[in-house]
């Protein structure tokens, strides 16, 4: 077999890849984007925290079986501890159960938008609990998503005669803020296991106090009237939605770098507002639409900080080697 031909199939298998990983990746993102109507959609015959341990309940049975017939069920070790509990402590339960029950008192796509907000706090944890020195870049873009945020919580955005309408804003800025704290969390930790491995674990850890809190706070779960349109979304939403997308992100999210991730993830709460808009009927007033797009703009500018900050690093540890090895060399 000639060089030539080498070179052909060897680009022609990194095409189908990229094919196949931009695929799986949109995929997962539409899936994401619908899960919040569909969870809106639920809390009309479902109580929040109930939504929330149905979710990763059924979710986490079938990352079990998964792992299982996979051969990758073990317990997590203790080295993964921590990240199982911020994961599943604060980022599947905490998370899940503030924003359920925002939605009570908001829209699906304002929801969307206000819980993707995670990488502007994080800046911000970054600066509180690692007294990381954030740069010029980041705090441009934190005070743009900071612009946006305003913007949508402003009367512009939503009726401040409502108190409900104002907890549910502030309950998805504090699960947004949540899910920013595992953010950084995740990047800092040395994994011991895959991340699939742990997942299941994750979820489980969740479901246990979510499912407590229900039972305490929203009694009995017999009272649920289940239909098949109900069955439905609770289906799409954990098994499908939570479940099915981890795997997806796991599988082909770390083929792609952070900042494409970071980008490609951007979609998800554009594709609830829209999709919120187009299958519950939700109004999406000029205040909210200027916010979006400013918290967009902020989201990618902090996501392009994070990317030079990092190749800043790169460059400074290589001059670092070379004056290394050029000292030694001397010596």
């Not at 990352?63 to 299982?68: E, T, Y």
């Amino acid at each position: 077999m000639s060089i030539s031909t080498t070179c052909t199939q060897a680009i022609s298998t990194r095409d189908a890849e990229a094919r196949q990983t931009a695929i799986w990746l949109g995929l997962m993102v539409v899936l994401w984007g619908l899960s919040w109507p569909a969870m809106k959609a639920a809390l009309g015959s479902i109580p929040p925290l109930w939504l929330a341990s149905f979710r990763f309940s059924t979710a986490c049975v079938l990352l079990f079986a998964l792992c299982w017939m996979r051969r990758q069920l073990r317990f997590p070790p203790r080295a993964d501890w921590p990240i199982l509990l911020s994961v599943g402590g604060l980022q599947m339960m905490a998370f899940t159960a503030l924003s359920l029950t925002a939605m009570q008192f908001t829209d699906a796509g304002r929801a969307a938008v206000l819980a993707y907000t995670t990488p502007l706090w994080g800046v911000i944890a970054a600066c509180l609990f690692v007294s990381e020195r954030p740069t010029r870049w980041q705090l441009f873009s934190l005070a743009v998503g900071l612009s946006g945020i305003a913007l949508i919580c402003s009367p512009l955005g939503m009726d401040w005669t409502r108190p409900a309408v104002l907890l549910g804003n502030a309950l998805l800025l504090a699960a947004a803020m949540c899910w920013a704290v595992v953010i950084l969390h995740v990047r800092r930790h040395v994994w011991t296991a895959k991340p699939i491995e742990i997942a299941p674990w994750q979820m489980l850890f969740a479901t246990i106090p979510l499912t407590i809190a229900a039972v305490f706070f929203e009694g009995s779960p017999t009272q649920i009237e289940w239909t098949p349109q109900l069955v439905g979304l609770v289906a799409y939403i954990g098994p499908v939605a939570t479940a099915i997308c981890f795997v997806v992100s796991s599988e082909y999210g770390r083929r792609v770098s952070t900042f494409a991730m970071s980008n490609i993830t951007l979609g998800v709460p554009v594709l609830g507002l829209v999709s919120s808009a187009l299958i519950l009927g939700e109004v999406m007033s000029a205040g909210l639409i200027g916010g979006v797009v400013l918290v967009v703009i902020g989201v990618v500018l902090s996501a392009v900080a994070i990317r030079r900050k990092a190749q800043q690093n790169a460059l400074t540890a290589e001059r670092a080697r070379r004056l290394a090895k050029a000292a030694g060399t001397v010596g």
